[in-house]
């Protein structure tokens, strides 16, 4: 068995709370982490530290989990850099457009839909994210959404069933048939390959009718629930998504009072001695209004309700082409009144609560050895140096990447 032994890390990100620095971030200092076998299996003073077969000095570096993206849909076709230039020229934003990526999705064969998984795959690797949601939902037909959950799960066991994106050009004035083959032969064909179902539920997509009725019938064959809500306007979907037990509930740039209400309804006292969490999940995508150039979400009435907040890219060719976990850091400071310490939390334990992992986004003996070396001393320079490549090293399953 061969061990690897990260050493001299001036600033270790546990996120176990109630130990060392920093709150929920669990800090430590001068520390070691030593791994065997894709796990954690020893964290302390690098003074204290085990002999291991291998050794990586951290030279005084910040450590912390690898980033968690629990929202991302990297199965598709094309791009839209040319809306993008309109947007940023005054067009608004009605996600029309995805019926553009569907169109270029279907004419593409299974290999260049495997390239272009891969390629994002490895970029948000080389930016620190260990661990990646994918969604379907640009194939919209039976084969298409079940080649797209099969090639998404070559690379990720967190996939999600996204037929319920909007409804396809050919079933535009029959919504409801649309619907029944949603929740009939195209979940039959593409649950195997997912763990999740998610729907838009948007004016404009599905309203909550139609969205409980797919999310029930995913449930039913044993999926989690996730929920696009709230995005573009207020809406049911945050309140669809507690009703549902959904892990976590999307966007959620338009609240009202009853939204956070219900959200920070689901709050429990766990075992983590940080307080408590809810079970549903506010994840925020900022990658999203930072590219429709539109108004941030309020995380800080989010977090002073006590609802746990996740940060996650949404990386997509249309509302959010980046992969970048530091960039939705950094946005999330910047424009979203997040403190750095709060974004680095969402961005790692808060992407693993959204995806209901005990095993990530945490550094403690059993967790995945997913990691991040730094090329900075402290985790706030994730914020403070915005655009920078910060990321020196990645273990991915205990592996240097
Ligand atoms: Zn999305």
Redesign the pocket.
């Known amino acids: 068995m061969v061990s690897l032994l990260v050493y001299n890390i001036g600033e270790l990100v546990t996120n176990v709370a109630g130990t060392g620095e920093g709150g929920p971030l669990g800090i430590q200092r001068r520390a070691a982490v030593l791994v065997e076998q894709g796990e954690v299996v020893w964290v302390g003073p690098t003074g204290d530290a085990p002999a291991a077969d291998r050794r990586i000095d951290a030279e005084g570096a910040a450590v912390l989990p690898g980033f968690v993206d629990s929202?991302?849909?990297l199965v598709f076709a094309g791009d839209r850099a040319a809306e993008f230039a309109a947007r940023m020229a005054g067009q608004p934003y009605t996600g029309g457009g995805i019926r553009t990526t569907v169109r270029a999705t279907r004419a593409a064969s299974d290999d260049e839909l495997r390239a272009t998984v891969r390629r994002l795959r490895a970029e948000a690797l080389r930016q620190g994210t260990t661990t990646i949601e994918i969604?379907s939902?640009y194939g919209l037909t039976v084969a298409d959404e079940a080649r797209s959950l099969r090639i998404a799960a070559e690379v990720s066991r967190e996939t999600t069933f996204?037929g319920a994106h909007v409804v396809p050009a050919e079933y535009a004035d029959r919504p409801d048939e649309y619907v029944g083959l949603v929740c009939g032969p195209m979940l039959v064909a593409a649950a195997p390959y997912a763990r999740w179902i998610?729907v838009?539920c948007e004016r404009g997509a599905f309203d909550a009718d139609h969205a409980r009725a797919i999310l029930a019938c995913g449930q039913a064959l044993g999926l989690g629930v996730r929920v696009?809500a709230n995005q573009l306007g207020p809406g049911p979907g945050v309140q669809l998504g507690v009703e549902l037990d959904a892990a976590s509930v999307?966007?959620c740039t338009h609240l009202t009072d009853a939204d956070i209400d219900a959200l920070a309804s689901t709050r429990f006292d766990c075992m983590c001695h940080d307080g408590g969490h809810t079970t549903t999940v506010a994840t925020l995508?900022p990658g999203?209004e930072f590219s429709t150039r539109s108004p941030y979400p309020d995380a800080r009435r989010l977090l002073d309700a006590g609802v746990t907040v996740a940060l996650a890219t949404?990386c997509?060719p249309g509302?959010?082409y980046t992969s970048s976990m530091p960039f939705c850091i950094a946005l999330a400071v910047r424009e979203m009144q997040m403190t750095p310490a709060e974004a680095v939390w969402a961005a790692t334990a808060g992407g693993a609560r959204a995806l209901r992992r005990g095993d990530i986004g945490v550094l403690r003996p059993g967790a995945r050895a997913d990691l991040i070396i730094l090329d900075a001393p402290s985790h706030l320079h994730l914020a403070y140096r915005p655009g920078v490549p910060l990321i020196r090293q990645v273990l991915h399953n205990g592996v240097p990447r």
């Open positions: 929202h991302a849909h969604k939902g996204l998610d838009f696009h999307d966007h995508l999203a949404d997509n509302s959010s």
